[in-house]
């Protein structure tokens, strides 16, 4: 089996930061391509960042300047820095994972809140 688990998610005043983590565990050799996605009520699902399995990255218009992807692949980890946050950035995040030789998974998500 696969688990992913995002954490680090909570509440922050506008103009702080918080890190996310997703980490990947289970019957794994490795993981791929990670992306952070966040979704809010009533809305689909949008992508946030994503992360090759070599470290390139790609961010979303609204998360270029302001938030870093990052992994640590012997930890199976992926990170997401997240800072000068912004009410907009209020959602639950998610991360989805591809490993190598299984497929993709999704983690349960973690809930971000901004305030004003």
């Known amino acids: 089996q696969v688990q992913v688990v995002e954490s680090g998610g909570g509440l922050v005043q506008a103009g702080g930061s918080l890190r996310l983590s997703c980490a990947t565990s289970g019957s794994i050799f490795s993981i791929g391509a990670v992306g952070w996605y966040r979704q809010t009520p009533g809305n689909e699902r949008e992508l946030v960042a994503t992360?090759?399995?070599?470290?390139?990255?790609n961010y979303a218009d609204s998360a270029k300047g302001r938030f870093i992807i990052s992994r640590d692949n012997s930890k199976n980890t992926v990170y997401l820095q997240m800072n000068s946050l912004k009410p907009e950035d209020t959602a639950v995040y998610f991360c989805s994972v591809a490993v190598h030789g299984r497929g993709g998974y999704w983690g349960q998500g973690t809930q971000v809140t901004v305030s004003s």
């Open positions: 992360i090759s399995s070599g470290g390139s990255t």
